[in-house]
Structure formats: C-alpha cells, structure tokens
C-alpha cells in the first residue's frame, strides 16, 4: 500500500502539474456559464446587460437529448438466464428511475465541463421494504475536484483517484463523529485517495481513519468524455477535456459586449442626463466636478462663469442613436450562435417547412451524439460493473427481489438514454411494423427496438395482445361470454332462442354455397354463364378512315 506521504505527492502531481491546464480551462468555462466573465469593452457610463447566453447553451439542449425514460438491456449468458435476467433489469431501471437528475447533471457536466464522472456510494438510509428505495445512490462529483490519469483508465475507471475540495465542518463531523476538526473554522480542505488496495481521507491535515483497506477490489469510480475535444499522441488532458463553451467564449463576448452598447445607448436616448447652470455665487454641491455623470436620469449642476449668460440654463446632454450597421452586427452576432445551438433544441423558431426543421433538429440534436453515447457507457458501467459487483460483495445491500444467483458473474449491460426524436420514431416504427409483418423480425423486438419498450413491457404488451385476440376472434370464448352476460342480465331464454336461430342460418348458408355437381369443363361454362349472366353484346360500329 502507498504511504500518506506518496499519496501526498501524487496529489501535488496531479493538481499543479498533470491537470493544471485543464482547470485553468475549465475555471474560465465557468465563468461563462454563471455570466460573471469580465467586459473590457464597455466602458461607463455605459452599463454591462447579461445575456444568460452560457447557461442557455449548457442547460437547454439537455433537456430534448436526454430521455426521462432510461432504458436498461442485458443479454443472457445461457438460456436458462431468462428470469434472472428480467429480475436484474427491473432493479437496474428501478435504480436509474430513482436516479434520473443525476443522469441529467451528469448530461450537463460532461456539456459544461467537457467531461464526467461518477461515484457509486451505499445509500445508508435504504429500506429494503420500502420499494422507493435504492440500495445505492450515484454520486455526480464536480470534475474540477477529481484528478486522475486518463491513460490508465479501463472503460472509464481508473486506477486511482484523487478528490480534493473545500467541506463544511459540520457536514464532516455528521459523518465522521470521531475527527476532532481543527478550531474557529467552518470549512476545511478535504483531501481523499482511492487505488484497488486502500482508501484514505484527510480534512484540515487531519486524518479521518488512517490508511483503510478497500473491500471492494477496484476503484468505485466511472469517467468519460463530453466527445467536443481530441485525443492528442501527447495525453493531454486540456486537449481531450473540452466543453460546450470553449471554443464559444469570445462569440459570446462580444454579442455582450454589443448588446450591452446598443441597450445603454437606448436607454440614455429615452431618459439622456441633464445640465442645470446656476448664476456665480450659488449654493454648489461639494466636488461637481469630479461627480459629474453622463448616466441615464443623472442630474448635474454647473456654475456660469463670469460674465457668461447661457442660452438655456436647463440643457439635455448628448445621447447617441445607435447606427443601422450596429444592429446589423448584433443580428450578425445573435445567428452565429443560433447556429450553434438552433432554437428548434428549445421548441421553438420559425422555419420555412417541417422538412427544413427536421433536417436543422436533426442536425442540432447530432451534434450531441458522442456526449449521449458516453453518458450511456458511463451509466452502464456504473450500474452494471460497478453496481452489480458493490451488492454482491456488500450482502447487506442486496435487494430483495434478486436471488443471490442471479447475477452469476454478468456485469455488463447497456443504457439508452437519448430522447425520442417524433419524426424519427414515426420512422422507426413503420419500418419496424412492416419488417414484422412480411416476418422478419419478431412482434417482441418490434416492440423493444422500434416502440422503445423494455422487455418487461413487451411481454406484458405480448400477453395482452395474446388475450385479447383470443376473446375477439375465438367463437368458443365469444359464445361463454355472451352466455355469461345474458345470464347476468337474465336473458337465458332469448340468448338460446336467438343462438338456435343462428345455428339454422349457417345450416342454410352452408348448402346454398355447397360445390355444384359437374365435372366436365362444358358443364362447368354453362353453369358460370347461369349463375352470372352476360349482358348482351353490341354489333360492331362501322369504321371509316380519317374519322369522316
């Protein structure tokens, strides 16, 4: 096992060396996306309008990319694993039912951030009776708190891993009751280390419990990539780590920049400052000069000078009408970034066709593809890798609608979590229908791949289908249930009476349509030509050339 001291040094690599470029990065994304980025270029008495531009970008798209219901598929390892099977899944989409914010949080990390992690943790408030419980809960931590190396991972889980952050002392001593934290603070910097041997964690250069083993054999930790950035021959992580905002920032600076001119301009315009001049010995307000303002609804007071009479001693101050070509620029500025992110993401915008939406949707929604399909890989390693491997070495944690073999060594699975596009599940649906009536598909994977039910659901849908074409189109079950209903209506009579009736115009339909008795073809013509008559044919019209 590695000593507290090695871990400290593998912090100090991480941090100040391997990932420093990258937080610098992200720390400015961050900026952008809470609107506190500075703009030079506005200078006073003009004021600064923010647009809420990168939160829009980071927040919205997720939303219509990210469905709110998640699927889970696991294939068998035998054919005997057909019920196991069906259990396990339940309890996997219970889990990521009862974790659907955190899929979305996680969505938007990896926008903002440009990648994301998670952390499976035993949820110590579970209740095995208590059916909306989960045995674990999926932990979305901050990127710019976890520091690991990105080219030692396997699917997505590292070797070791570092957090570092700032925490409550009360929340540490509510989880911790036996740290004694240091005096007159409220926060304290938390420094915790993972590898597949140990775990150790450490707040105010206090240790919590010392180096402790790891029961669970690997690191309960999951990453992956927004998929916006490149894998480089030099491994580093600020050229892989790229978010949604990064290659944005100077656009959206400037449509700020721009908006915030062309909306200080309008308003100075409608209420412009005002100069009063007052007569030599009048009463003046202390430091005129160095308090004089050009603002909006801003009042000055100035002296004549001697021998001077103003034209006017209550003057308006200057004020400037934005120009034509400035709003053309903001216009200019505003689609840039529309193009980036289409307002048909938001359920909104105007388009000249629904073919013209469906090809800007289409093309808006894959642009997100590679951060969806990571999402998915990320989540199904956490509930299944992960997950699956927590419960079984963590009896306590066991649900109790699994029996202890049914897992039998098969961790892997896979997640859907893209939202259904209309236009192209209207699609998918007719495809799938008409390969499911010439055959080729089965009315389950119908159901599954193309109507986007789980496989629970398809077999309940199958068994409903089942049933109810059984009582429609069966005689025999027809004929129950209406003798059922006219013996609770206490029609018994009329039902016989009219089901007799019934039986003796069958009788009579079945020997009007009984096959005629002739065997040779001659026979067979005039017995056509009896049954069905030809009408009479017409002599032919006399011909003439030309028409005439």
Same mark, same amino acid.
């Given at each position: ?13 991480? +941090? ?151 925490? &409550? ?110 007569? +030599? ?44 070509? +400035? ?10 970034? &529309? ?210």
């Amino acid at each position: 096992m590695k000593t507290v001291l090695e871990r400290k040094q593998l912090k100090d690599y991480f +941090v100040n060396e391997l990932h420093g470029a990258r937080v610098i990065q992200q720390t400015l994304d961050e900026e952008y996306f809470r609107d506190t980025f500075k703009v030079p270029d506005v200078p006073s008495p003009f004021k600064i309008y923010r647009t809420g531009r990168g939160a829009w970008m980071i927040n919205r798209p997720i939303h219509n990319i990210i469905t709110s219901r998640p699927q889970v598929f696991r294939r068998n390892i035998s054919k005997t694993d057909d019920e196991p099977n069906k259990r396990i899944l339940a309890e996997l989409v219970r889990w990521l039912w009862f974790s659907r914010g955190q899929v979305r949080n996680s969505a938007k990390m990896a926008n903002l951030r440009g990648e994301s992690w998670l952390h499976p943790v035993m949820n110590e408030r579970w209740d095995k009776d208590d059916s909306n419980s989960i045995p674990l809960l999926f932990e979305v931590p901050d990127p710019m708190i976890v520091f690991a190396d990105y080219n030692t991972m396997v699917n997505g889980i590292p070797s070791e891993v570092i957090i570092l952050c700032e925490r &409550s002392v009360a929340e540490i001593q509510a989880r911790f009751p036996r740290w004694n934290p240091p005096t007159n603070t409220k926060k304290v910097d938390w420094f915790e280390h993972w590898d597949t041997r140990s775990r150790y964690f450490e707040a105010g250069n206090i240790p919590i419990s010392g180096i402790q083993k790891n029961i669970l054999g690997f690191v309960p930790f999951v990453h992956c990539f927004s998929g916006f950035g490149l894998s480089t021959y030099q491994g580093l992580p600020e050229d892989e780590v790229m978010g949604r905002l990064t290659m944005s920032r100077d656009k959206i600076l400037q449509q700020t920049t721009v908006d915030s001119d062309i909306t200080s301009a309008i308003h100075q315009l409608t209420f412009p400052y005002i100069n009063i001049f007052v007569p +030599v010995g009048a009463e003046l307000p202390p430091d005129f000069m160095s308090n004089y303002k050009m603002g909006p609804r801003q009042v000055n007071i100035i002296p004549v000078p001697d021998n001077t009479t103003p034209d006017n001693f209550f003057r308006k101050g200057e004020t400037f009408e934005p120009k034509q070509e +400035v709003l053309m620029y903001s216009a200019q500025k505003e689609a840039a970034l &529309s193009q980036e992110d289409p307002p048909i993401l938001t359920g909104s915008g105007q388009w000249g066709s629904g073919r013209e939406a469906d090809i800007v949707g289409g093309y808006a929604k894959g642009y997100y593809d590679a951060l969806v399909e990571n999402i998915e890989d990320m989540w199904a390693t956490a509930i299944g890798t992960l997950g699956l491997q927590m419960i079984e070495k963590l009896p306590d944690m066991y649900p109790p609608g699994l029996n202890k073999t049914d897992i039998n060594g098969n961790y892997q699975c896979k997640v859907e979590l893209k939202a259904d596009d209309p236009i192209e599940r209207g699609r998918s649906i007719a495809q799938g229908s008409r390969l499911k009536d010439a055959g080729l598909i089965s009315h389950k994977k119908f159901l599954i791949e193309h109507y986007g039910m789980t496989e629970e659901e398809a077999d309940n849908e199958i068994d409903e289908i089942i049933v109810e074409d059984v009582t429609i189109n069966d005689p025999v079950i027809r004929a129950i249930y209406g003798r059922r209903m006219a013996e609770k209506m206490g029609w018994q009579d009329e039902y016989e009476m009219l089901r007799k009736q019934g039986q003796e115009m069958d009788k009579r339909k079945q020997a009007l349509n009984r096959p005629p008795e002739i065997e040779t073809p001659p026979g067979e013509e005039m017995e056509r030509g009896s049954r069905f008559p030809q009408q009479e044919r017409r002599p032919p019209e006399p011909y003439t050339r030309g028409g005439m």
